[in-house]
């Protein structure tokens, strides 16, 4: 026994007007989505560069402070990996300045490298290297390298993206030699690294409920970092 399906000519026309505006509603919302992350990458973009003009004021090329201005008591030092040098930080309240100043062990002499408002603590980077983050608004940070040796600065930026919830919170990270990296997650802490004679610049990530996220690594020959 043949069975045939008899559609009529009304209800084909159905069929084709429903299959046509499922097709459009299908382009409108992928438009709507490719529009989103436009925008969204649009949006970061500008805001990137907004936090890289605040970053370039904030940490200046050389310092401008000499030695002999500073009065306080040292409120953290750190010896450099290989035991030669001190890395020295110094707050002046009166000049709403902090100093960063390193002390030669040998000789016991001491000079400026650095200077400048909302610095946090800086650390070593090897031992002729120094790092440190200034505060330059909400979800992100300025993020200095100074060579102790020429005094040399080189600006980055670290920015805290939180975007929605279908994105888990990650770091935008424009280095001191042009290149940029994201990943997952905010830093915990940054520490410098001395291991098998190479020295690493190390996020610790944690997510929105500090979770721990593991290490972000990256090797640093002094005038590059590599991802590791």
């Not at 026309?13 to 299908?26: D, H, S």
């Not at 970061?44 to 890289?52: A, F, K, P, V």
């Not at 070593?124 to 200034?134: M, R």
Request: with cysteine.
């Amino acid at each position: 026994m043949n069975f045939k399906l008899k559609i009529s000519s009304e209800t084909k026309k159905i069929l084709i007007l429903m299959i046509c505006v499922t097709i459009v509603f299908v382009m409108v919302e992928y438009f709507m989505q490719a529009d989103y992350v436009f925008r969204t990458q649009e949006v970061l973009s500008e805001y990137t560069g907004y936090i890289e003009a605040r970053i370039r004021d904030n940490i200046k090329d050389n310092m401008a402070i000499e030695p002999t201005t500073i009065s306080q008591s040292v409120i953290f030092d750190r010896v450099s990996p290989d035991g030669s040098q001190e890395l020295r930080y110094y707050s002046e309240k009166e000049l709403d300045q902090q100093i960063i100043a390193v002390k030669t062990i040998k000789t016991n002499q001491e000079k400026v490298i650095y200077s400048g408002n909302r610095i946090n603590y800086p650390k070593w980077l090897g031992n002729e290297h120094i790092f440190f983050t200034t505060y330059c608004g909400t979800g992100c940070q300025g993020f200095g390298l100074v060579n102790v040796s020429s005094g040399k600065v080189e600006k980055g930026v670290l920015s805290y993206m939180s975007i929605d919830e279908n994105r888990p919170d990650y770091t935008n990270f424009r280095d001191w030699f042009g290149k940029e990296f994201e990943f997952d997650g905010t830093p915990e802490s940054i520490e410098g690294e001395i291991k098998d004679d190479k020295t690493y610049l190390v996020f610790r990530m944690r997510d929105r409920e500090t979770k721990p996220l593991g290490e972000k690594r990256f090797l640093f020959t002094g005038n590059d970092l590599q991802e590791f």
